[in-house]
């Protein structure tokens, strides 16, 4: 969802505190071929492509949505910071209340985690998008890599106000009968309940290892996923694949079930257990 | 989790010069009006609306205009496809009388409703809209599972000479009906909706899709309603509050493309 105002505005509706638009750059692009998804036992495994229709055109979809009361996070890709600059002053003009930088798309050649995971580029373009805006920037890491805690210092020292952990994780699907991969793109992202452990994981290890907030994001579908992020470290979390289990509802469900769980613990706020996992 | 099947295709039948059927072995439930992802290996993976149900034996009907459907067209029997779903809603058929109105290849996904209304003894009124003669099929499927037929064709080489949408109006003028079912050019398909007034309309959208599981939104209309999801029927009621309704839909990269 969220390539359009009116997705957004819907999951606004359905309880989300803010929405993360589809990831933009500089000029429209189609995607891959479809098959771009799917749906496997314990998860959903995608490679779209980084599909969206170019900033210029997007401004219009954030420009309608000024009336929400609720922040938008505008998310961008580019292959070199002169382009991530470029698209981080236009979402701010557009009126993004924040910036996501996707470094960490693990299918789309030239972008995401092949920027994302040279420490030197995560920090430079950060630190050039801070120069150049005055919303809040949070990078958007992934698991694919060996240097993650490496990396999330790089975004710190770039001056980033929050990281996002974690992106889809690199798997495949081959299909027996015609033996071939599925996705036309061969490779594809894995998200959904199979890479909550690993998000947790992820999580965690950048929390031992940076100050700033961190987004917790992967296969969380009911409040006590949402709960374990937060002990691992989270200040919040970002749902996607929950919407494939529990459908447009997952917002206002998982927020109800964080509250239950609270009152049965007797606990007041969220800032009570960010982190509690850390002993 | 609906898993990916490959099936052979076991019938190929040509409608016409550009119009194909397939069928493949099915014996799980399928409404009329929900879809399938129909993938062509190593080309592409398209929604396609079933045009029969049989007991043991589901198809699809297309005409080729896209690379895929091009692809899809030289396959032969005994070839094989990738198939998932069934996804999305169908039709709700149901009601006294009802007026069933297919603009183009629309007609293709209409049939099996046809056929399930008068299954039902649901008095059942069709009109066939294409552009030329050599365009029609399915009419003597139609005629043959008891429904009253009508043919529009843009030239006047059959039937009535004009759009299906003015000869929806004509017949709605004179015969009272509880709903319209229609599948067609959405030109057409916001036409019926000013003309049905008061009465029921139920209308097949199509809309470019990736992932058909509500999650991608290539699909969306109106206010984050998923074509795959929601639809691909939407009813009269809420297509009135949907503004991008037969005035544009949007391409693989999301950018808005007029009708």
């Known amino acids: 969802m969220d390539e359009d105002a009116g997705s957004m505005k819907r999951i606004i509706n359905c309880g989300a505190g803010a929405v993360v638009t589809k990831s933009i750059g500089v000029k429209a692009r189609e995607g891959y071929a479809n098959p771009t998804i799917v749906e496997l036992e314990c998860g959903i495994l995608n490679a779209m492509g980084l599909p969206n229709p170019g900033i210029d055109e997007f401004g219009e979809e954030i420009k309608k949505l000024k009336s929400l009361n609720a922040p938008i996070i505008g998310s961008i890709f580019g292959s070199n910071s002169k382009e991530f600059v470029e698209l981080g002053k236009k979402m701010q003009n557009y009126g993004a209340n924040a910036l996501e930088l996707n470094m960490s798309c693990p299918h789309a050649k030239g972008y995401g985690i092949e920027i994302g995971s040279d420490s030197n580029l995560v920090k430079e373009i950060t630190a050039q998008i801070k120069a150049s805006v005055d919303i809040p920037v949070f990078v958007k890491l992934s698991s694919n890599i060996s240097n993650l805690v490496e990396i999330a210092k790089a975004a710190e020292s770039g001056g980033a106000d929050g990281i996002v952990a974690i992106n889809t994780i690199k798997a495949m699907k081959i299909n027996l009968e015609l033996r071939a991969p599925v996705l036309s793109n061969k490779i594809g992202g894995y998200s959904g309940k199979a890479i909550k452990p690993i998000g947790v994981r992820c999580v965690y290890e950048i929390a031992e290892n940076v100050d700033i907030p961190i987004i917790g994001v992967g296969g969380i579908t009911t409040g006590e996923d949402a709960i374990e992020y937060i002990m691992a470290g989270a200040s919040a979390v970002q749902i996607g694949t929950g919407i494939y289990y529990r459908d447009v509802d997952v917002f206002k469900n998982i927020c109800d079930e964080m509250q239950d769980w609270m009152k049965k613990h007797n606990v007041k706020k969220i800032s009570e257990f960010i982190g509690a996992a850390h002993k | ?259």
């Not at chain 2, 059959?158 to 067609?184: H, Q």
Request: proline share 3%; net charge positive; aromatic share 8%.
């Open chain 2, 1 to 259: 989790m609906k898993d990916l099947k490959i099936k052979n295709i076991i019938e190929v039948k040509k409608e016409t010069n550009a119009v194909k059927t397939f069928l493949f072995d099915y014996s799980e439930k399928v409404i009329p009006g929900q879809f399938f992802m129909i993938w062509i290996p190593d080309v592409d993976e398209i929604p396609m609306s079933v045009s029969y149900i049989n007991k043991d034996a589901i198809g699809i009907t297309f005409r080729k205009v896209g690379d895929a459907t091009k692809s899809l067209f030289d396959l032969e029997e005994g070839d094989k496809i990738g198939l998932r779903g069934p996804y999305g809603n169908g039709f709700n058929i149901s009601g006294k009388k009802i007026l069933f109105v297919g603009g183009g290849t629309g007609i293709a996904m209409m049939a099996p409703a046809v056929e399930e209304a008068t299954r039902k003894n649901i008095s059942s009124t069709v009109i066939i809209g294409v552009k030329n003669k050599s365009e029609l099929f399915f009419e003597n499927r139609l005629k043959k599972s008891g429904a009253k037929i009508y043919i529009s064709t843009d030239d006047g080489s059959k039937g009535c000479k004009g759009f299906a949408s003015d000869l929806a109006k004509e017949i709605i003028g004179k015969e009272k009906f509880t709903s319209v079912l229609t599948c067609g050019p959405e030109i057409m398909m916001k036409k019926l909706l000013d003309i049905c007034k008061n009465i029921e309309l139920q209308a097949s959208l199509e809309r470019y899709m990736k992932c058909s599981i509500g999650l991608c939104g290539q699909c969306c209309i109106g206010e984050g309603l998923r074509v795959c999801k929601e639809g691909p029927v939407f009813d009269g009621k809420t297509l009135k509050n949907v503004e991008d309704f037969g005035i544009y839909k949007r391409d693989a990269s999301g950018r808005k493309v007029r009708f």
